[in-house]
Protein backbone atom coordinates (compact mmCIF):
# COMPACT_ATOMS: atom_id res chain seq x y z
CA UNK A 1 0.00 0.00 0.00
CA UNK A 2 1.26 3.69 -0.80
CA UNK A 3 0.65 6.87 1.13
CA UNK A 4 3.11 10.07 1.52
CA UNK A 5 2.90 10.12 5.35
CA UNK A 6 3.72 7.23 6.93
CA UNK A 7 2.00 8.92 10.38
CA UNK A 8 1.36 6.10 12.93
CA UNK A 9 4.50 3.83 11.65
CA UNK A 10 5.56 2.28 14.86
CA UNK A 11 2.27 1.93 16.40
CA UNK A 12 0.20 -1.15 16.61
CA UNK A 13 -3.72 -0.84 15.88
CA UNK A 14 -6.06 -3.64 16.68
CA UNK A 15 -9.58 -2.75 15.18
CA UNK A 16 -12.47 -4.91 16.44
CA UNK A 17 -15.12 -5.96 13.26
CA UNK A 18 -12.08 -5.62 10.66
CA UNK A 19 -14.04 -8.47 8.16
CA UNK A 20 -15.66 -5.67 5.84
CA UNK A 21 -17.17 -2.18 6.14
CA UNK A 22 -16.65 0.42 8.24
CA UNK A 23 -13.69 -2.02 10.54
CA UNK A 24 -12.01 -2.94 7.06
CA UNK A 25 -12.07 0.59 5.96
CA UNK A 26 -10.51 1.49 9.49
CA UNK A 27 -7.96 -1.44 8.90
CA UNK A 28 -7.20 -0.31 5.52
CA UNK A 29 -6.29 3.54 6.52
CA UNK A 30 -4.68 2.88 9.20
CA UNK A 31 -1.87 0.21 7.67
CA UNK A 32 -1.49 3.34 4.66
CA UNK A 33 -0.17 5.66 7.44
CA UNK A 34 1.86 2.77 8.51
CA UNK A 35 0.31 0.94 11.10
CA UNK A 36 0.95 -2.78 12.40
CA UNK A 37 -2.66 -3.82 12.02
CA UNK A 38 -4.36 -6.28 14.52
CA UNK A 39 -7.94 -7.00 12.73
CA UNK A 40 -10.43 -9.12 14.54
CA UNK A 41 -13.80 -10.61 13.89
CA UNK A 42 -16.36 -13.62 14.50
CA UNK A 43 -14.40 -15.42 11.75
CA UNK A 44 -10.70 -14.31 11.28
CA UNK A 45 -10.90 -11.60 8.30
CA UNK A 46 -8.12 -12.92 6.10
CA UNK A 47 -9.73 -10.43 3.36
CA UNK A 48 -8.99 -7.70 5.00
CA UNK A 49 -5.19 -9.05 6.18
CA UNK A 50 -4.75 -9.87 2.11
CA UNK A 51 -5.48 -6.91 1.61
CA UNK A 52 -3.19 -5.03 3.84
CA UNK A 53 -0.35 -7.71 3.15
CA UNK A 54 2.76 -8.61 5.92
CA UNK A 55 2.11 -5.59 8.40
CA UNK A 56 -1.06 -7.53 9.45
CA UNK A 57 -2.63 -10.03 11.40
CA UNK A 58 -6.08 -11.80 11.15
CA UNK A 59 -7.19 -12.99 14.23
CA UNK A 60 -11.11 -14.65 15.39
CA UNK A 61 -12.31 -12.84 18.52
CA UNK A 62 -15.69 -12.84 19.60
CA UNK A 63 -15.78 -9.51 21.64
CA UNK A 64 -18.32 -10.62 23.79
CA UNK A 65 -16.16 -13.11 25.51
CA UNK A 66 -14.15 -11.87 28.39
CA UNK A 67 -11.79 -15.38 27.96
CA UNK A 68 -11.11 -13.94 24.22
CA UNK A 69 -9.90 -10.97 25.41
CA UNK A 70 -7.49 -12.37 27.68
CA UNK A 71 -6.70 -14.75 24.93
CA UNK A 72 -5.87 -12.25 22.11
CA UNK A 73 -3.79 -9.83 24.60
CA UNK A 74 -1.75 -12.61 24.80
CA UNK A 75 -0.99 -13.39 21.49
CA UNK A 76 -0.43 -9.94 19.89
CA UNK A 77 2.64 -9.69 22.66
CA UNK A 78 4.86 -11.42 19.86
CA UNK A 79 3.82 -8.22 17.53
CA UNK A 80 3.64 -5.77 19.80
CA UNK A 81 2.02 -3.93 22.89
CA UNK A 82 -1.04 -2.61 21.15
CA UNK A 83 -1.40 1.25 20.89
CA UNK A 84 -4.52 1.61 19.59
CA UNK A 85 -7.87 0.33 19.88
CA UNK A 86 -10.55 1.04 18.10
CA UNK A 87 -14.32 -1.03 18.96
CA UNK A 88 -16.06 -0.88 15.93
CA UNK A 89 -18.07 -4.57 15.79
CA UNK A 90 -21.57 -3.84 16.29
CA UNK A 91 -24.81 -5.83 16.59
CA UNK A 92 -27.86 -4.10 15.79
CA UNK A 93 -31.31 -6.02 14.75
CA UNK A 94 -34.49 -4.11 14.51
CA UNK A 95 -37.11 -4.62 16.98
CA UNK A 96 -40.06 -2.64 18.00
CA UNK A 97 -40.07 -2.39 21.48
CA UNK A 98 -43.00 -4.98 21.72
CA UNK A 99 -40.92 -7.83 20.00
CA UNK A 100 -37.68 -6.91 21.83
CA UNK A 101 -36.67 -9.77 24.19
CA UNK A 102 -34.47 -9.77 26.77
CA UNK A 103 -31.50 -12.46 24.85
CA UNK A 104 -31.71 -9.61 21.78
CA UNK A 105 -31.04 -7.03 24.70
CA UNK A 106 -28.27 -8.60 26.81
CA UNK A 107 -26.43 -9.62 23.33
CA UNK A 108 -26.36 -6.36 22.03
CA UNK A 109 -25.41 -4.72 25.13
CA UNK A 110 -22.49 -7.35 25.57
CA UNK A 111 -21.32 -6.69 21.53
CA UNK A 112 -22.00 -3.12 21.70
CA UNK A 113 -20.44 -2.07 24.76
CA UNK A 114 -19.39 -4.83 27.22
CA UNK A 115 -16.68 -5.33 24.61
CA UNK A 116 -15.53 -1.47 25.36
CA UNK A 117 -14.29 -2.32 28.62
CA UNK A 118 -13.15 -5.24 28.15
CA UNK A 119 -10.49 -3.84 25.65
CA UNK A 120 -9.50 -1.18 28.74
CA UNK A 121 -8.89 -4.18 30.90
CA UNK A 122 -6.59 -6.18 29.10
CA UNK A 123 -4.67 -3.45 26.88
CA UNK A 124 -5.06 -0.39 29.18
CA UNK A 125 -1.67 -2.20 31.19
CA UNK A 126 0.52 -1.70 28.61
CA UNK A 127 -0.74 1.76 27.06
CA UNK A 128 0.09 3.13 30.71
CA UNK A 129 3.46 1.45 30.80
CA UNK A 130 4.70 3.70 27.61
CA UNK A 131 2.49 6.61 28.84
CA UNK A 132 0.60 6.76 25.55
CA UNK A 133 -2.40 5.47 24.21
CA UNK A 134 -5.33 6.05 22.06
CA UNK A 135 -9.32 3.91 22.87
CA UNK A 136 -11.81 4.85 19.81
CA UNK A 137 -15.37 3.82 20.20
CA UNK A 138 -17.36 3.64 16.82
CA UNK A 139 -20.81 5.14 18.08
CA UNK A 140 -23.68 6.29 15.70
CA UNK A 141 -25.16 9.36 14.67
CA UNK A 142 -28.54 7.47 15.13
CA UNK A 143 -28.37 8.49 18.98
CA UNK A 144 -30.03 11.94 17.76
CA UNK A 145 -32.30 10.35 14.54
CA UNK A 146 -35.78 9.33 15.58
CA UNK A 147 -35.65 5.37 14.21
CA UNK A 148 -38.20 2.74 15.57
CA UNK A 149 -36.72 -0.16 16.66
CA UNK A 150 -33.86 0.32 17.44
CA UNK A 151 -34.34 1.64 21.04
CA UNK A 152 -31.53 -1.27 22.41
CA UNK A 153 -29.30 -0.35 19.83
CA UNK A 154 -28.98 3.43 20.66
CA UNK A 155 -28.62 2.97 24.53
CA UNK A 156 -25.36 0.84 23.30
CA UNK A 157 -24.54 3.41 21.34
CA UNK A 158 -24.98 6.28 23.87
CA UNK A 159 -23.48 4.52 26.73
CA UNK A 160 -20.18 4.08 24.37
CA UNK A 161 -20.27 8.45 24.41
CA UNK A 162 -20.41 7.55 28.30
CA UNK A 163 -17.79 5.38 28.84
CA UNK A 164 -15.42 7.37 26.40
CA UNK A 165 -16.32 10.70 28.66
CA UNK A 166 -15.48 8.68 32.04
CA UNK A 167 -12.66 6.70 30.73
CA UNK A 168 -10.87 9.79 29.35
CA UNK A 169 -11.40 11.16 32.78
CA UNK A 170 -9.25 8.32 34.29
CA UNK A 171 -6.51 8.27 31.88
CA UNK A 172 -5.71 11.86 31.02
CA UNK A 173 -2.80 11.90 32.98
CA UNK A 174 -1.41 8.99 31.90
CA UNK A 175 -0.92 10.28 27.54
CA UNK A 176 -4.17 8.18 26.78
CA UNK A 177 -7.04 9.36 25.31
CA UNK A 178 -10.44 7.92 24.87
CA UNK A 179 -12.95 9.29 22.06
CA UNK A 180 -15.84 8.22 20.16
CA UNK A 181 -17.20 8.69 16.71
CA UNK A 182 -20.56 8.59 15.19
CA UNK A 183 -20.41 7.65 12.17
CA UNK A 184 -23.97 8.16 10.01
CA UNK A 185 -25.80 4.64 7.98
CA UNK A 186 -22.99 3.48 5.92
CA UNK A 187 -24.28 1.33 3.04
CA UNK A 188 -22.55 -1.68 3.92
CA UNK A 189 -23.20 -5.53 3.93
CA UNK A 190 -23.92 -5.17 7.85
CA UNK A 191 -27.10 -2.71 6.55
CA UNK A 192 -28.06 -5.78 4.05
CA UNK A 193 -30.97 -6.57 6.35
CA UNK A 194 -32.78 -3.63 6.41
CA UNK A 195 -35.33 -2.39 3.47
CA UNK A 196 -34.76 0.80 1.29
CA UNK A 197 -37.56 2.74 2.87
CA UNK A 198 -35.72 1.88 6.11
CA UNK A 199 -32.09 3.15 4.52
CA UNK A 200 -33.72 6.04 2.68
CA UNK A 201 -35.43 7.33 5.98
CA UNK A 202 -32.46 7.43 7.73
CA UNK A 203 -30.60 8.78 5.24
CA UNK A 204 -33.05 11.90 5.04
CA UNK A 205 -32.92 12.65 8.94
CA UNK A 206 -28.84 12.46 8.57
CA UNK A 207 -29.21 15.02 5.57
CA UNK A 208 -31.45 16.93 7.89
CA UNK A 209 -29.22 16.66 10.46
CA UNK A 210 -26.04 17.67 8.38
CA UNK A 211 -28.15 20.98 7.01
CA UNK A 212 -29.21 22.37 10.37
CA UNK A 213 -25.65 21.67 11.70
CA UNK A 214 -24.14 23.76 8.77
CA UNK A 215 -27.15 26.40 9.51
CA UNK A 216 -25.67 26.55 13.12
CA UNK A 217 -22.63 27.15 12.32
CA UNK A 218 -23.30 29.73 10.10
CA UNK A 219 -24.92 31.97 12.67
CA UNK A 220 -22.16 31.30 15.11
CA UNK A 221 -19.55 32.31 12.68
CA UNK A 222 -21.75 35.44 11.36
CA UNK A 223 -22.36 36.90 15.13
CA UNK A 224 -18.42 36.66 15.97
CA UNK A 225 -17.38 38.52 12.71
CA UNK A 226 -15.14 35.37 11.63
CA UNK A 227 -14.27 35.42 7.84
CA UNK A 228 -14.35 31.95 7.69
CA UNK A 229 -18.19 32.09 7.54
CA UNK A 230 -17.70 32.12 4.00
CA UNK A 231 -16.22 28.88 3.66
CA UNK A 232 -20.10 27.69 4.70
CA UNK A 233 -20.98 29.10 0.72
CA UNK A 234 -20.50 27.61 -2.27
CA UNK A 235 -18.10 29.90 -4.72
CA UNK A 236 -21.54 30.98 -6.95
CA UNK A 237 -24.01 31.12 -3.74
CA UNK A 238 -27.07 33.30 -3.86
CA UNK A 239 -27.63 36.25 -1.76
CA UNK A 240 -31.21 38.22 -0.75
CA UNK A 241 -31.91 40.02 1.53
CA UNK A 242 -34.18 43.22 1.75
CA UNK A 243 -32.98 46.52 1.15
CA UNK A 244 -29.90 44.83 -1.02
CA UNK A 245 -31.44 42.77 -3.34
CA UNK A 246 -30.00 39.72 -5.14
CA UNK A 247 -26.37 38.94 -4.89
CA UNK A 248 -24.09 36.40 -6.59
CA UNK A 249 -20.95 34.99 -4.88
CA UNK A 250 -19.54 35.07 -1.54
CA UNK A 251 -18.09 38.53 -1.64
CA UNK A 252 -21.50 39.29 -2.18
CA UNK A 253 -22.00 38.30 1.11
CA UNK A 254 -19.20 40.71 2.53
CA UNK A 255 -21.22 43.72 0.53
CA UNK A 256 -24.53 42.80 2.40
CA UNK A 257 -22.63 42.93 5.96
CA UNK A 258 -20.11 46.02 4.84
CA UNK A 259 -23.64 48.19 4.36
CA UNK A 260 -24.07 47.61 8.63
CA UNK A 261 -20.74 48.73 8.97
CA UNK A 262 -20.68 51.84 11.20
CA UNK A 263 -24.49 51.06 12.49
CA UNK A 264 -24.74 47.76 13.90
CA UNK A 265 -22.52 47.49 17.12
CA UNK A 266 -23.45 44.17 18.20
CA UNK A 267 -25.36 41.07 17.35
CA UNK A 268 -26.72 37.88 18.90
CA UNK A 269 -28.96 35.45 17.32
CA UNK A 270 -30.79 33.66 20.47
CA UNK A 271 -29.82 29.75 19.14
CA UNK A 272 -31.95 27.85 21.58
CA UNK A 273 -34.93 29.20 20.67
CA UNK A 274 -34.25 28.45 16.57
CA UNK A 275 -37.41 26.80 14.89
CA UNK A 276 -36.16 24.30 11.86
CA UNK A 277 -38.05 23.76 8.84
CA UNK A 278 -36.59 21.12 6.54
CA UNK A 279 -37.91 20.96 3.19
CA UNK A 280 -35.65 18.45 0.55
CA UNK A 281 -32.67 21.29 -0.21
CA UNK A 282 -34.21 23.72 1.57
CA UNK A 283 -34.19 24.32 5.11
CA UNK A 284 -35.80 27.41 6.71
CA UNK A 285 -35.14 28.94 10.24
CA UNK A 286 -36.81 31.14 12.06
CA UNK A 287 -35.97 32.69 15.29
CA UNK A 288 -34.82 35.90 17.00
CA UNK A 289 -32.21 37.97 17.56
CA UNK A 290 -30.54 40.63 20.14
CA UNK A 291 -27.79 43.67 19.99
CA UNK A 292 -27.66 47.03 19.69
CA UNK A 293 -27.68 49.46 17.01
CA UNK A 294 -26.81 53.03 16.50
CA UNK A 295 -26.49 53.38 20.39
CA UNK A 296 -29.68 51.39 20.64
CA UNK A 297 -30.71 47.77 22.21
CA UNK A 298 -33.23 45.66 20.95
CA UNK A 299 -34.20 41.77 21.51
CA UNK A 300 -36.64 40.02 19.09
CA UNK A 301 -40.10 39.04 20.77
CA UNK A 302 -39.88 42.13 23.03
CA UNK A 303 -39.11 45.57 20.72
CA UNK A 304 -40.40 45.78 17.03
CA UNK A 305 -36.76 44.55 15.46
CA UNK A 306 -35.38 40.93 16.13
CA UNK A 307 -37.31 38.06 14.20
CA UNK A 308 -36.05 36.73 11.08
CA UNK A 309 -36.90 33.87 9.01
CA UNK A 310 -33.55 32.67 6.81
CA UNK A 311 -34.36 30.13 4.10
CA UNK A 312 -30.88 28.20 3.26
CA UNK A 313 -30.50 25.91 0.04
CA UNK A 314 -27.81 23.63 -0.01
CA UNK A 315 -25.54 22.29 -2.35
CA UNK A 316 -22.45 19.52 -1.96
CA UNK A 317 -22.46 19.89 1.78
CA UNK A 318 -22.50 24.08 1.62
CA UNK A 319 -24.67 26.53 1.01
CA UNK A 320 -25.99 27.37 -2.20
CA UNK A 321 -28.56 29.56 -1.46
CA UNK A 322 -29.43 32.07 1.06
CA UNK A 323 -32.89 34.57 1.66
CA UNK A 324 -32.69 36.53 4.64
CA UNK A 325 -35.93 37.73 5.22
CA UNK A 326 -36.20 40.25 8.02
CA UNK A 327 -36.55 44.21 9.16
CA UNK A 328 -33.15 45.58 8.91
CA UNK A 329 -34.99 48.36 10.79
CA UNK A 330 -33.67 46.73 14.36
CA UNK A 331 -34.54 49.45 17.07
CA UNK A 332 -38.09 50.48 15.39
CA UNK A 333 -36.87 54.05 13.95
CA UNK A 334 -39.21 53.56 11.07
CA UNK A 335 -42.26 53.35 14.06
CA UNK A 336 -43.96 56.16 13.79
CA UNK A 337 -44.91 55.67 9.49
CA UNK A 338 -46.16 52.48 10.15
CA UNK A 339 -49.46 52.68 12.75
CA UNK A 340 -51.16 49.40 12.42
CA UNK A 341 -50.55 46.84 15.01
CA UNK A 342 -49.38 49.06 18.01
CA UNK A 343 -51.54 47.10 20.65
CA UNK A 344 -50.11 43.64 19.66
CA UNK A 345 -47.47 41.84 21.48
CA UNK A 346 -43.79 41.76 19.58
Known amino acids: MKTAFKTHEGRVVLVTGASQGIGQAIALAFAERGARVVATDLKSPHDTVSKIGPSASAFELDVTQEEQWRSLAAEVRDIGDVDIVVNNAGYFPNRSIDDLDLPTWRRTFATNLDAHFLSVKYFLPAMRKKKWGRFIGISSNMVGLAIPGMSHYIATKMGIIGFMRGLANDVAGDGITANS ?75 MVKGFEGILEHIQHDYDGFNFIPSGDYLIVEGTSHGRMSGKAWAGGKTPGGRFCNVFKFRDGRISSLHIYLDPDYTGEDDSRFRWGKSRQW
Open 181 to 255: VLPGLTNTQAIAPQSEEQKRGTWEQQAIKEKIKIAREYFLRADQGRPDVLELFNADAEIYFPKFGFGSGRESFLE
